[in-house]
């Protein structure tokens, strides 16, 4: 409202601190954080209603893997982009089939920051960074295919073929294959010292950290893997062995000299410029002695995991007969937490599996054939130095305990494995972060014919808020991906030969009680909230 003559009535002034506080915490009112947050509410209860259902909208079938990346379809080899957020999937871009030497080996969104000035305009939009066979990495732009941006990495010494995040959208860090030598060489005594490289790189915009390599001669003969995760250099060893380092500190004792991407360089008697072809990037990282050790742990199967609140890691005890067997430890001081040891003694073909929530929240899920576990940390009330687990809710498996055979019920005579495919088990278990759900896909498949539903529950309490069948059949021996984003369903699956297909389901709301909805929460000014 103006006062008379048209000038803005000068508001009171607020508590600075007070505000800056709440701003930082995403209180402020006109926060674009807070508009996405109620939207999202909003788009939760739409989804959560019973009239609410989703209709497949689109199917296709590919001879080469299909990838999904924040409502985008990428077909060909990162080829074909299609868009999944219109109301009938429709082509972004189709670029020229490619050269098996432009082969994409792997690829990964990179999202606009909030808040940062950039350089460069285009750095505001999503973009796609990919890696190609010939050691290239390039950054697309999302919509159109665009190349943003090229460096050439390595010369053929090196293989690159995986990219991942150190920090998410923040460091990424791209992985060589392991370096083995041709069985002649070995036959002839040649000595193979360097295991992996290893290079990373700060995103938006794109600037060079370092190059380094992984030798047996600094962390030994028996190494298997490597990677970079949370600022740690993660080792693993044939024995099961898990050793982590600082990478931080690696890079403060070890680098030579910092390289910024496009300037001129004179590295070990090579001229050249940073990023471009034929010299790529120099190993200005060099690992002359062991690092600091700051952890170290075995597990079965190199499974190591860090999480929780205070800092805790799960693992398997190193022995074939544990499998299953999951240990909960404090990183602290290595105690195992009070009722720590989880099993959930199954007997199926295919073993569960735990990880730490990835909400934050510092829970932990369990996933088994037929039941999943949502487990807490909390303090043990008689000593506040000892953590305890202790359940924080379950969701079961629809099943039957008897069946019904020419209408009477007949007791099973038999033993099922507890992931027998007759039966209802879970095989997916993920978490929607905007609303803040928790998804499971289970299967239930007789004879040749399998179906799948995905269930959405309530995040904090594990309440049943909305169920959605698969309509298309779900073969348990294939390989099937499901993502929830949002107001779309997808699922990828992979069929024997290298045939692969995409099912695409949207939201479809019952317009007259979408309508009601609106009306009857702006009178009362709030919306209902669903567990």
């Not at 972004?92 to 994409?104: A, G, M, T, V, W």
């Not at 009722?339 to 909400?359: A, R, T, V």
Request: charged share 25%; hydrophobic share 35%.
């Amino acid at each position: 409202m103006r006062p008379a003559g048209g000038r803005r009535a000068a508001p009171r002034a607020p508590n600075a601190c007070r505000l800056l506080g709440r701003r930082a915490h995403g209180f402020y009112a006109r926060d674009a954080g807070v508009a996405l947050r109620t939207n999202m509410g909003l788009l939760r209860s739409l989804i959560c209603q019973e009239s609410t259902t989703f209709k497949n909208v689109w199917t296709t079938h590919s001879a080469s893997p299909i990838a999904y990346e924040r409502g985008r379809i990428y077909l060909d080899n990162y080829q074909c982009c299609i868009s999944s957020i219109a109301q009938e999937p429709r082509i972004l871009y189709q670029k020229p089939k490619c050269s098996k030497s432009e082969k994409i080996e792997d690829a990964l969104l990179l999202e606009c920051p909030l808040g940062e000035m950039l350089p460069n305009p285009l750095d505001y939009k999503s973009s796609l960074i990919v890696l190609t066979a010939q050691n290239w990495l390039l950054r697309l732009s999302a919509d159109s295919g665009e190349i943003l941006e090229k460096i050439y990495l390595a010369g053929s010494g090196c293989k690159f073929r995986y990219l991942s995040w150190d920090t998410p959208q923040e460091v990424m860090v791209i992985k060589s294959a392991q370096n083995k030598l041709p069985a002649a060489s070995r036959q002839a005594g040649i000595q193979q010292s360097v295991l992996f490289h290893l290079a990373v790189f700060q995103v938006i915009p794109l600037s060079f950290i370092g190059m380094l390599e992984i030798s047996k001669k600094i962390f030994g003969n028996t190494v298997t893997d490597v990677d970079v995760s949370n600022g740690i250099l993660i080792i693993m060893y044939s024995m099961g062995l898990v050793r982590l380092y600082s990478f931080q500190a690696i890079t403060e004792q070890f680098m030579e000299q910092p390289f910024d991407l496009g300037c001129e360089f004179n590295w070990n008697g090579q001229v050249g410029v940073v990023g471009k072809y034929p010299f790529g990037l120099p190993f200005n990282i060099k690992i002359t002695d062991t690092p600091p050790l700051l952890f170290e742990a075995s597990s079965l199967d190199n499974a190591f995991q860090i999480g929780g609140y205070p800092w805790h890691y799960i693992i398997t005890p190193n022995k074939k007969k544990h499998k299953g067997v999951f240990y909960i430890c404090s990183l602290k001081d290595n105690a195992l937490a009070k009722n720590g040891i989880q099993d959930m003694k199954c007997c199926s073909l295919e073993p569960d599996w735990i990880y730490f929530h990835p909400d934050m929240s510092g829970r932990i899920i369990h996933v088994g054939p037929n039941l999943i576990k949502v487990l807490k940390l909390k303090e043990v009330e008689s000593n506040t130095d000892q953590t305890e687990i202790s359940e924080d809710f379950i969701i079961v498996a629809n099943r039957e305990e008897n069946c019904v055979t020419s209408g009477r019920v007949v007791k099973k005579r038999y033993n099922l494995l507890d992931d027998d495919p007759e039966q209802e088990t879970f095989k997916i278990v993920d978490y929607e972060d905007e609303l803040d759900l928790l998804s499971t896909v289970a299967v239930t498949q007789i004879g040749a014919d399998g179906r799948a539903h995905l269930d959405l529950h309530c995040n904090e309490q594990g309440i049943l808020l909305k169920s959605i069948p698969l309509l298309e059949s779900w073969d348990v021996t294939y390989s099937h991906e499901v993502y929830f984003d949002r107001d779309i369903v997808l699922h990828i699956e992979q069929k024997p030969n290298r045939r692969f297909s995409c099912y695409v389901y949207q939201m479809v709301c019952d317009t007259a009680k979408e309508d009601e909805y609106f009306r009857r929460d702006s009178r009362s000014g709030n919306f209902p909230r669903f567990g």
